[in-house]
């Protein structure tokens, strides 16, 4: 192996860095020379159990460059080692001993077997479940795959990349490779992301790379990787299982703000680790695709059965394609016996020239990143006395077993004992009859069916959530791996999202906008007992009634009245200030100035709900939706106004007041803030349009509204002249204040958030002429906003908080046409028809939209 034997040639770079301290390539080179020579100049089948420490990496390294055949199992699994150790009698056994020591054991000093001379490597096809059958890799395969994984990622000496996956998984193994072989760093540890311990060790180390599975994505969620500052990070490769598109989409959009870059890669151990790469500049445009073949690979489709043309199973050829298979030690003296890999999944190839993976043809699962035969399965459980059916089921390994109910738990320990699995990835039913097709063959899909958890058998919390999220938001695709931005959900509807949410989970986290249904359901709060020790399980949650209504129905249930809850603060100023405006125009109180809050708070909901992860195109698309119902409802409804009083003129309706600054008359400005809102979407869909600016935006994330602040301040201080007649109400005028809220919503430092306020407080004063107490309330509402992000709440407040943030656009637009009539001798009645009609207003508008969007 050329890189395992030209190790000193990068001197005293770092190539790995423990806690311990950093082992120079010089050293590394001078301890693998040192162990080959203990290994001796015969080749030797070496069987290796593989762990993340220094030990064994050298072991590794110095069998490849001495020319010894490496078995590389995993180190953790003694079942493993010993099954493997049974099949192929290996002559040299390199593992810890019982105190930790780790120790080469010499079984034989020249070898018991014939070994071809192109053999470097066997590593399982089935995870650890110890099965026989093993791959077998060839020199060339190793540096190949090499060479091509440091091409596509840009892998440089100054890289250093952490040891995340585990080292006898070719995923694993391939990071190791690919970054030797350039002279890069390795952050050798074996610690989990979910460690607060890793993060410090990779800051640290100044790491570069992360590897993950999807498992570790759902770690990564837990441990706020979002939050994180890890000013060095230029990458993070995802492998070993699909991950969700909206996931994919969601790192994608994360490493754009940050710096980094996200590579999905496809791969199987037959074709040494990667057989394709999606380059990162279309995973968020295209994140269902596994991408295009790696350097020096290509793709054929052939064709199957039931398929049409351009579908078929995907065929990869290229240098590192294995020599084939061995499933007894006979095998090991085999040349090359497959020359293309078959890798038994359906794909296509668009028109993109891009594949995607549509199907499966034969059992194998990938489950936590790990490759299983439910067959291998099936005969290990036989072994030890069980009858079963196995299937995978997404990121789990179903199990129906014969057998009583109190066998599930022994069958579940024995089953993640032996595949390497944790045991919450095993679901195990005991049954008195295993399920058979017609045809007498088991039937693998009532297996998966059966031990699903009852609320994914039957209509539970997890359908509730697709429920509600298809009634709230139109779509008619709601899977438990959607999220509310990536179903396009946006300010109008988060309101009564967020409150009928909370009350289904019992907590909702702040983030859960862009969390997946998936990762919601399971932060459902546990079932209380009863009072007075009634316990046993509640009754379960009827699915929610439609629109408003279910709400009511489920603010008026004593459980949501007794509990106490969060609540956004943007939705607190939403409902606090439009109380405060309709109240203040009716002359009940005069509390001004929230007005000017609410385009902060629209500026900050611009950035949670409309800046998504999204490809630009669908990111524009949304946009232009959501001005239509902004603008539609309220032209509408001005237009109604212009018909039936001398009140407004066109102008108005068409919400082009302010660019035609027609009069003086307080109802002429009367939807100054509705016109200001529209112009400024208008704006910024048309910005966000132009991919230099859109890539911008997605680097820079606060920078970005920060620079448009900075604009927006030319306009505050009216240095061009085009404020209006009336300049407090002008869009150029206020414009700043939306990008304050913007910038709000991406501030994620203390930094960031002290330099916001400190803006606030240089240019508020001075905006309202003699106004001390409006300019105080603004400061006030939008340093709020700024630091604090939820507020102490009961089920009461945030019930009618909700409905009248809600409604709080539709109560703006109608109130004018309301309190008129019942100002002067009933004006607490006329605020609260005020109130009522608007929120009438905004459920007529929220179910016409759901209606278009079903149709």
């Avoid at 230029?234 to 996931?247: H, K, M, N, S």
């Avoid at 007894?328 to 999944?345: I, N, Y």
């Avoid at 100035?593 to 992860?613: K, P, S």
Wanted: proline content about 6%; hydrophobic content about 45%.
């Amino acid at each position: 192996m050329p890189f395992a034997r030209g190790l000193a040639a990068y001197g005293d770079r770092a190539a790995l860095v423990t806690p311990e301290g950093e082992l120079s390539y010089r050293e590394l080179a001078e301890r693998v020379s040192a162990t080959a020579e203990r290994l001796g100049p015969g080749r030797r089948l070496v069987l290796l159990a593989g762990a993340n420490r220094a030990d064994a990496l050298v072991t590794h390294l110095a069998a490849l460059s001495a020319g010894h055949p490496v078995l590389l199992v995993p180190g953790d699994s003694d079942s493993t080692i010993r099954s493997l150790t049974r099949a192929y009698s290996p002559d040299i056994v390199a593992r810890p001993d019982a105190d930790g020591t780790w120790v080469l054991d010499e079984r034989h000093r020249e070898s018991a077997h014939t070994l071809h001379p192109d053999l470097a490597m066997l590593l399982s096809t089935s995870g650890s479940t110890g099965s026989p059958k093993l791959v077998r890799l060839s020199h060339e395969n190793l540096q190949a795959n090499a060479e091509s994984i440091a091409t596509y990622l840009g892998i440089g000496d100054t890289d250093r990349a952490a040891t995340t996956l585990p080292m006898h998984y070719c995923y694993g193994l391939s990071v190791i490779h690919s970054h030797l072989l350039r002279g890069a760093g390795l952050v050798l540890t074996e610690r989990s992301v979910s460690e607060a311990a890793f993060w410090e060790e990779f800051r640290a180390a100044r790491g570069t790379s992360l590897a993950g599975v999807p498992y570790t994505f759902d770690l990564l969620d837990r441990a706020g990787f979002e939050r994180m500052e890890l000013p060095h990070l230029r990458r993070v490769t995802q492998a070993g299982g699909r991950l969700a598109p909206d996931r994919v989409a969601r790192y994608a959009g994360l490493g754009r703000r940050s710096g980094w870059q996200l590579f999905v890669m496809y791969g199987q151990t037959e074709a040494t680790a990667r057989m394709a790469y999606l380059p990162p500049h279309l995973a968020a445009e295209r994140p269902e695709a596994v991408g295009v073949p790696i350097p020096g690979g290509s793709f054929r489709l052939r064709p199957v059965d039931g398929h049409g043309p351009d579908t078929g199973e995907l065929v990869y050829s290229g240098p590192n394609v294995m020599l084939g298979y061995a499933e007894s030690p006979a095998d090991l003296a085999l040349g090359r016996t497959v020359q293309e890999l078959h890798t038994g999944d359906l794909a296509r190839r668009a028109s993109d020239g891009l594949y995607e993976i549509v199907g499966r043809l034969s059992r194998f699962a990938k489950i936590l990143g790990l490759r299983v035969d439910p067959q291998r399965v099936e005969t290990l459980l036989a072994e030890h006395g069980v009858t079963a059916y196995c299937a995978g089921d997404g990121e789990a390994l179903a199990v129906a077993a014969l057998g009583g109910a109190g066998e599930e738990t022994r069958i579940r320990r024995l089953v993640a004992e032996e595949c390497g699995l944790p045991p919450r990835s095993v679901r195990v039913v005991a049954l008195t009859r295993l399920p058979l097709l017609a045809s007498g063959k088991p039937d693998h899909e009532a297996v998966r069916r059966l031990t699903r958890p009852a609320e994914e058998q039957a209509p539970g919390p997890g359908e509730d959530l697709r429920l509600l999220y298809t009634e709230i938001l139109g779509h008619t695709e709601v899977t438990e791996d959607s999220s509310f931005v990536g179903l396009g959900g946006d300010s109008l509807c988060y309101v009564e999202m967020s409150l009928r949410l909370e009350v289904a989970l019992g907590h909702l986290p702040t983030d859960w906008h862009t969390r997946t249904i998936r990762e919601l359901r399971t932060l459902a709060a546990p079932v209380a007992e009863g009072p007075e020790g009634q316990g046993g399980p509640e009754p379960r949650r009827a699915r929610p009634a439609p629109g408003l209504l279910g709400a009511l129905r489920t603010w008026t249930t004593p459980q949501f009245w007794r509990t106490r809850r969060t609540l956004e603060t943007s939705i607190a100023l939403r409902a606090v200030g439009i109380v405060l405006i309709v109240g203040s125009h009716i002359q009940v109180f005069t509390v001004k100035g929230f007005a000017h809050i609410l385009i902060g708070v629209a500026g900050y909901n611009f950035a949670r709900f409309q800046l998504t992860d999204a490809g630009r195109r669908e990111r524009v698309r949304r946009l232009w939706r959501s001005i239509a119902r902004i603008a539609v409802p309220s032209m509408v409804w001005i237009t109604g106004a212009v018909f039936l009083t001398d009140f407004y003129d066109p102008a108005n309706a068409l919400l082009l007041n302010s660019l035609l600054d027609q009069g003086n008359d307080r109802f002429d400005w009367a939807y100054w803030f509705v016109e200001a809102l529209v112009y400024f979407l208008v704006v910024l869909a048309f910005l966000m349009a132009v991919p230099l600016l859109d890539r911008l935006e997605r680097r820079y994330v606060f920078g970005v509204p920060l620079a448009l602040m900075a604009v927006g301040l030319v306009g505050r201080y009216d240095l061009l002249g085009l404020a209006s007649a009336r300049p407090q109400l002008s869009p150029t005028v206020v414009f700043w204040l939306f990008t304050l809220g913007w910038a709000a919503a991406r501030a994620g430092t203390p930094r960031q958030r002290a330099l916001l306020t400190a803006v606030l407080l240089l240019a508020m004063p001075g905006l309202f002429q003699d106004q001390p107490l409006r300019t105080t309330l603004v400061i006030a509402g939008l340093a709020l906003l700024i630091w604090v992000p939820t507020l102490p709440s009961l089920g009461p407040l945030s019930a009618v908080a909700g409905v009248l943030a809600s409604g709080s656009l539709y109560i703006y637009l109608t109130h004018y046409q309301v309190y008129p009539h019942l100002q002067e001798d009933f004006p607490l009645t006329a605020l609260f028809a005020s109130l009522v009609i608007g929120v009438g207003y905004a459920a007529v508008v929220t179910r016409v939209v759901r209606t278009v969007r079903w149709r």
